[in-house]
């Protein structure tokens, strides 16, 4: 996997005063624009293109906030953070996920040891985290996408509001429910990436890995008919369940992000627990057409090449498809959370990589 560039993206002063260029989690292409989201808060970005003479992106600003309190309600409302972890675009929808993850307090050097015992033990959960949102995209007068509360009968609409998120879904589930009470980074459940194709969802789980195994979860939701703002999830197949798990052999690697490709699925492997590498892009083939519950072994994988990491930065967190001309190949943007001090640009910005992946 060669890098072939890389691109500034630009925020505005109030991203970077909440520094959400430095947590950036998700990433995904519509058209000439970037939405792009960071953990530390309950908003998406919308970044634009400025191409260069070759027609190549040469960088990303103009941003946009949109912040999902607007559009959707909140299980915790607008000032809590939603840690969303992954961005799919299909179909005319834009959908953010978050981690549905609980998370134990983190020990920081100023605290003496009884204090960080004390913050060992604790456990906190954030009600924000543990939704799936879909908002209706436009195109604006300007012809970029926009995201809008209602579009004719379409409707901004959210999963997770009372006791019926993903994870709820998975409380009876045989490998994944005794993992509910264990926070992100003990592997517990954790979400780092969503993909859209069609009318399913594939959410692809960071944590647990199960004896080297990542998880990968299905679902189709739909508009609940009692309120449009809610989703629910529907039957799968004719056996009714909501929800498919596929376990995926990826060398003892959790799921980072997922993005489309036809009928594949690109994914962002890294380390489950609190570890800087290894980082890859594997390919699953056909993934759109498993109608079943399914046991994906490496050899069902394409391994396609290896990313950089950092010592306790430069963590990729997001892929996406960039379609722009050039050479043979697919054209992967990655965007890292805790980006190195080299990655960050005078003008406030942060550098994200190009690579290109063989066809």
């Known amino acids: 996997m060669n890098v072939e560039r890389r691109v500034e993206l630009r925020f505005a002063e109030e991203s970077r005063e909440a520094e959400t ?10 058209g000439r624009c970037l939405w792009v989201a960071g953990d530390e808060t309950a908003t998406v970005e919308r970044l634009t293109a400025v191409p ?29 953070e939603a840690d969303i972890e992954g961005l799919a675009c299909a179909g005319g929808w834009l959908w953010a996920i978050g981690s549905h993850s609980l998370k134990r307090k983190r020990i920081k050097p100023e605290h003496d040891a009884a204090k960080s015992r004390r913050r060992l033990a604790k456990i906190v959960r954030e009600d924000n985290r543990f939704i799936l949102a879909r908002l209706p995209l436009v195109t604006g007068d300007d012809g970029l996408p926009d995201v809008v509360r209602q579009d004719g009968d379409r409707t901004a609409a959210v999963l997770g509001l009372n006791k019926d998120s993903i994870t709820d879904l998975l409380e009876d589930d045989p490998h994944l429910a005794p993992f509910l009470a264990i926070p992100s980074k003990d592997n517990g459940i954790d979400i780092e990436g969503v993909a859209a194709h069609g009318d399913r969802i594939y959410v692809g789980l960071r944590g647990p890995v199960l004896r080297g195994w990542a998880v990968l979860i299905e679902i189709r939701p739909g508009t609940d008919p009692a309120d449009p703002r809610r989703l629910r999830p529907l039957p799968l197949g004719d056996d009714g369940a909501l929800y498919r798990t596929h376990f995926m052999d990826l060398g003892g690697l959790g799921i980072r992000d997922l993005c489309p490709h036809g009928d594949d699925l690109l994914i962002l ?40 990491y950092g010592d306790g930065d430069d963590h990729a967190e997001g892929i996406a498809v960039l379609d722009e001309p050039g050479g043979p190949g697919i054209r992967l943007l990655v965007v890292y959370d805790s980006p190195a001090p080299a990655r960050l640009t005078a003008d406030g910005g942060v550098l994200a990589d190009v690579v290109t992946l063989g066809g």
């Open 269 to 308: 492997t890294g380390p489950s627990m609190d570890l800087d590498g290894p980082v890859r892009v594997v390919r699953w083939r056909n993934a759109a057409r498993a109608d079943a519950p399914e046991i994906v072994t490496s050899g069902d994988l394409e391994v396609l090449g290896d990313l950089p």
């Open 52 to 80: 260069g003479e070759d027609g190549r992106v040469t960088g990303y600003g103009g941003q946009r906030t949109v912040a999902l309190a607007d559009l959707v309600p909140l299980p915790a409302g607008r000032d809590e």
């Open 21 to 30: 260029h430095t947590n950036l989690s998700a990433v995904r292409q519509d």
